[in-house]
């Protein structure tokens, strides 16, 4: 009777710890959201969404980028150049990081 009182204090006690950090990752993921979400403002479509994919992934470790992230990433920069100006920003800015 006597061990399970303790289990069930132990239990009572530790209770407030295990639901407490789950909901305290929510909140940071929160407000790392409303925090990209005012820094994107003015920003649209692919430039909003590849800024708020960048921004969202700050602070996790760094995985390297495949030739297809940065594709997609530097499509995103290009917005609005054309012709040989697109294509030598494209050039340079897939060259980066090799």
Do not use: H, W, Y
């Amino acid at each position: 009777m006597k061990k399970l009182l303790i289990a069930i204090t132990s239990f009572a006690l530790a209770a407030p710890l295990l639901v407490a950090a789950p909901a305290m990752a929510q909140n940071s993921q929160q407000d790392k959201m409303k925090q990209c979400n005012a820094d994107a403002a003015g920003k649209k479509g692919d430039e909003r969404k590849a800024f708020m994919s960048s921004c969202l992934k700050k602070d996790q470790p760094a995985k390297p980028a495949t030739q297809q992230d940065k594709m997609k990433q530097c499509n995103a920069d290009a917005a609005g150049k054309k012709g040989d100006e697109r294509k030598a920003f494209m050039s340079s800015c897939l060259k980066k990081d090799k």
